[in-house]
């Protein structure tokens, strides 16, 4: 039959090989199997951006909380950006706790 080639099915991947959104293209072999990300950096910048961010929180919290009912910019907003950079602080703080812990599993790995 000429439409033999057409009719070809995919199998299913195994579970194990399925990513978040569809099929994980097999390994060219170019790529390290265990890829990390550059944990010292990680830790620089989680390092330099969790004081920013706590400080804009206060400071946008403290303005939130000064403000009247006719001020620009309104209360809602600095709250919302108060709760945002709070966020992000926290985002951050948790970065450092895992990147210091993976750093110090390293350590002993290599002792």
Known sequence: MPDDHIRQTKEPVPR??????GDRSPR????PSNAQSPLRLRLLLSGIFLPL?????????VWAAAS???DTPGRGALVTIAAVAAALALIAALDVTIVARRLRRERVRRA
């Not at 060219?28 to 790529?31: H, N, P, R, V």
């Open 68 to 70: 009247d009912a006719g």
């Open 28 to 31: 060219a072999g170019t790529e």
């Open 53 to 61: 961010f706590v400080a804009a929180a206060v400071v946008f919290g």
């Open 16 to 21: 194990s090989r399925s990513g978040v959104i």
